[in-house]
């Protein structure tokens, strides 16, 4: 069941970047295609060249047709959703910056406390974010707000905040119970970073060089 929440995780993610990357594409392409057309318009006129003028006319009111005013609403409803959820995967793997100088000097019981009580903040946090989050969406679903361009129910965008939260504190209860059993804290293997050499290497793993 656990890798199955994993899997689906990585694949939303993974879509979720896909999408607004596509996104971003159309938009710049249709942006720079009207311009372009424009142009066209305007050297064909310039220079006589009535056929060129109509063609380019033409192309012109065909791309104007297709709006694509919708899409940077979209891809900021899709940077948050995969904000969000990233920041759940990032819990689970480790990727997430810290500040860790504290539980690196200290030893023994001290650091395991310290660390105990990280992740426990970590795991309360997150669990408020998601309550005040769900409250929120309950709120403005019953106010039956939608969103300017895309005209979706304004809740579907904000349920990112206590999905993604309460997925968050899942993986921080995860990794709390990890580490009381285990002993081991989620991190990110920086062996596998291309072009980062040794010495860096050691710094970011905690190491001496």
Not at 111 to 138: E, K, N, Y
Not at 147 to 175: H, K, N
Not at 183 to 201: Q, T
Request: with cysteine.
């Amino acid at each position: 069941m656990l890798r199955l929440l994993d899997r689906l995780e990585e694949v939303l993610i993974a879509t979720l970047i896909a999408l607004a990357t596509v996104l971003i594409f159309l938009s710049v392409t249709h942006r720079f295609a009207i311009g372009f057309a424009a142009d066209l318009v305007g050297f064909a006129r310039s220079n006589d060249l009535e056929t060129l003028g109509n063609i380019a006319r033409s192309t012109f009111k065909a791309i104007n047709a297709l709006k694509m005013t919708w899409a940077q609403e979209a891809c900021i409803y899709l940077f948050v959703w995969m904000a969000k959820f990233g920041a759940a995967y990032g819990v689970r793997t480790g990727i997430h910056v810290g500040v860790d100088v504290l539980a690196e000097r200290l030893e023994g019981n001290s650091r395991r406390l310290i660390t105990i009580i990280a992740m426990s903040g970590g795991v309360i946090f997150t669990a408020i974010v998601a309550w005040i989050g769900t409250d929120f969406v309950w709120h403005v679903r019953a106010g039956g707000q939608t969103t300017p361009d895309l005209e979706l129910p304004s809740w579907i965008v904000y349920l990112a905040v206590p999905l993604g939260s309460a997925l968050m504190c899942f993986r921080f209860i995860q990794a709390l119970y990890r580490y009381i059993t285990t002993g081991e804290v989620a991190h990110h293997d920086h062996s596998a970073v291309e072009g980062l050499d040794e010495e860096a290497k050691d710094i970011a793993e905690g190491g001496h060089a």
